[in-house]
């Protein structure tokens, strides 16, 4: 072995300028390129085959420091290890903390296989990583995982709970699947253990119900804004889903022809649909383009985002649940302005079925119906049935709006 060279000749080395590859000892040498800089350099042999792997720069990497890293190079190598194939792996083997692995997943599993990842991307972001997304994966536990959910239940939102835990159990499945984990720390838990056996949900509003809802929700426009206000009249009376809605741009709507045609990416169907505009959902629109200061879509941001344009999809939710007189964020204490007036709690989803039972009542035709929610037909009737009935969906969906028109239209503000 070449004797060793120690740092004051390292440092005349370099004085010298002169280019070229100078042995220190244990496979270490010191290269001096053309332009006068110094690299530590280790050369060592893997599969028969003589390799050489930069370590670092002098003086940023110090002699001792370099020997130290040749030295355990060479006991890397006499393990199987080549470290200059090491090094250029993939980044998949740069995962170590549990925020790492859910960027991995979200990328490579959710967002190729899911229509909407953001929902996933969200809980995960907002309600799990909070509690063990910068632990190592050899850090999580089973304990870590049971605090995340119970935080979720104790909330007061068993569903969102249940899905938590869902996408706990295939986040650290992508662990195991790339070998970065050995167990799942949230596999043994059940919807048992988080929000339970959810039941379907049956909650519509009657007309005396909707008659006194709207007439609380006129009376705090502070509390419940008019956008908010508006966006729930549409959500009735169209019978979309919320985030069809509030996603929404001024460039999908012909309001001389009344109608908004859903593009098939913003569809939870997967197909596009043309949906019939009432005359009050016109006048409602006018006011939202009015009120949103040229903005392309019907539901800005309320406050600057880099994430997207338009408003968070639990910005009805916590309007909605502030006027049930529940805590949206610490430090609330809403009154539950609906709640005493007897009004049975509903969520934003409910005026959906809403929708579906008024049109049931005005005598509506089920498959017509169907059609209003952008429901699938089932069977044979979905297989050869192509017509979209947009015009008696119109019909249908201007019977209700007759009905709820007044109710909603109260005095101006």
């Known amino acids: 072995m070449a004797t060793r060279l120690n740092d004051k000749q390292i440092k005349s080395l370099l004085r010298k300028g002169e280019a070229g590859r100078h042995a220190v000892g244990g496979g270490l040498?010191?290269?001096?390129?053309?332009?006068?800089?110094?690299?530590?350099?280790?050369?060592?042999?893997?599969?028969?085959?003589?390799?050489?792997?930069?370590?670092?720069?002098?003086?940023?990497?110090?002699?001792?420091?370099?020997?130290?890293?040749?030295?355990?190079?060479?006991?890397?190598?006499?393990?199987?290890?080549?470290?200059?194939?090491?090094?250029?792996?993939?980044?998949?083997?740069?995962?170590?903390?549990?925020?790492?692995?859910?960027?991995?997943?979200?990328?490579?599993?959710?967002?190729?296989?899911?229509?909407?990842?953001?929902?996933?991307?969200?809980?995960?972001?907002?309600?799990?990583?909070?509690?063990?997304?910068?632990?190592?994966?050899?850090?999580?536990?089973?304990?870590d995982v049971r605090h995340a959910i119970q935080a979720i239940t104790t909330s007061g939102r068993p569903t969102v709970a249940n899905d938590a835990l869902g996408y706990s159990k295939q986040l650290f499945r992508h662990g195991i699947r790339l070998d970065l984990m050995k167990s799942n720390p949230a596999e043994a838990f059940t919807i048992?253990?988080?929000?339970?056996?959810?039941?379907?949900?049956?909650?519509?509003?009657?007309?005396?119900?909707?008659?006194?809802?709207?007439?609380?929700?006129?009376?705090?426009p502070v509390s419940f804004t008019r956008d908010n206000y508006l966006a729930v009249a549409l959500l009735l009376i169209l019978g979309v889903r919320k985030g069809e809605l509030i996603a929404a741009r001024w460039t999908e709507f012909d309001l001389d022809n009344a109608i908004w045609k859903l593009p098939e990416a913003r569809s939870k169907t997967g197909a596009p649909i043309t949906i019939p505009l009432p005359n009050a959902a016109i006048e409602w629109l006018e006011e939202l383009k009015v009120r949103g200061y040229n903005s392309e879509h019907l539901f800005p941001a309320r406050r600057t985002s880099q994430r997207?344009?338009?408003?968070?999809?639990?910005?009805?939710?916590?309007?909605?649940?502030?006027?049930?007189?529940?805590?949206t964020k610490p430090g609330d204490h809403p009154a539950n302005k609906l709640g005493d007036a007897g009004i049975e709690h509903f969520t934003v989803h409910d005026l959906r079925r809403t929708c579906r039972s008024l049109l049931a009542s005005a005598g509506v035709s089920p498959h017509i119906a169907e059609r209003c929610l952008n429901h699938k037909l089932r069977g044979v009737e979905g297989i050869y049935d192509r017509h979209d009935y947009l015009e008696e969906r119109r019909e249908a969906l201007q019977k209700i709006t007759d009905q709820l028109g007044p109710i909603i239209n109260r005095a101006e503000r």
Do not use: C
């Not at 929000?195 to 119900?209: H, P, Q, T, V, Y």
């Open 29 to 143: 040498y010191f290269r001096v390129s053309r332009e006068g800089s110094g690299f530590w350099v280790a050369r060592y042999t893997a599969n028969n085959k003589r390799r050489e792997i930069t370590l670092g720069r002098y003086p940023d990497k110090s002699l001792a420091t370099a020997y130290a890293e040749a030295f355990q190079l060479k006991e890397d190598v006499r393990k199987g290890i080549d470290p200059l194939a090491e090094k250029k792996r993939p980044d998949m083997v740069k995962i170590r903390t549990v925020n790492d692995l859910a960027e991995d997943w979200l990328h490579n599993d959710i967002e190729k296989r899911l229509k909407h990842p953001q929902i996933p991307r969200r809980i995960y972001k907002q309600l799990l990583s909070p509690h063990f997304g910068e632990l190592a994966l050899k850090r999580v536990t089973p304990l």
């Open 192 to 220: 048992h253990h988080a929000g339970g056996i959810e039941k379907s949900r049956n909650r519509a509003l009657s007309i005396s119900d909707l008659n006194t809802v709207f007439q609380i929700l006129h009376d705090n």
């Open 308 to 327: 997207r344009a338009y408003i968070s999809d639990d910005t009805l939710n916590h309007a909605l649940a502030k006027m049930f007189g529940k805590k």
